[in-house]
């Protein structure tokens, strides 16, 4: 059973940086995950931030995010980063990680960008990010 917890969510002001971790756990094969930065704000629909696929590492970010924050793999262990600079006000919500396992780069971008075919079957509890002015 694949599982995803979460963590580095805080309270920062405008201009700060944080850097959220989603560990994950029960990939019979890691190489093969496609994994997802969500991000939900107060009476928002969520919505994608950041994805990569590990077997390539290429990445893919939305619009509102790209040039401030980076996805990565961690050196060690089935861990995803996500390196968020600059932050806004915009970008306070609860930031979730998402995870499938997908058999090719592209299958992987279009479930991060539109749930296509199917959506993330595996997702964590979130972590809160509030960005103050």
């Known amino acids: 059973q694949v599982q995803l917890v979460e963590s580095g969510g805080d309270s920062v002001q405008a201009g700060g940086s944080l850097r959220l971790s989603c560990a994950a756990s029960?990939?019979?094969?890691?190489?093969?995950?496609?994994m997802g930065w969500f991000r939900q704000a107060p009476g928002k629909e969520r919505e994608a931030v950041a994805g990569?696929?590990?077997?390539?590492?290429?990445?893919y970010y939305s619009d509102s995010v790209k040039d401030r924050f980076t996805i990565s793999q961690g050196e060690a262990g089935d861990t995803v980063w996500l390196q968020m600079s600059s932050l806004q006000p915009e970008d306070t919500g609860v930031y979730y990680c998402?995870?499938?396992?997908?058999?090719?780069?592209?299958?992987?971008?279009?479930?991060?960008?539109?749930?296509?075919?199917?959506?993330?079957?595996?997702w964590g509890q979130g972590t809160r990010v509030t960005v103050s002015s």
């Open positions: 998402a995870a499938d396992y997908a058999f090719s780069d592209s299958a992987c971008y279009n479930q991060w960008r539109d749930g296509s075919p199917a959506p993330y079957p595996y």
């Open positions: 029960g990939f019979s094969r890691f190489s093969r995950a496609c």
């Open positions: 990569i696929y590990m077997d390539s590492g290429n990445t």
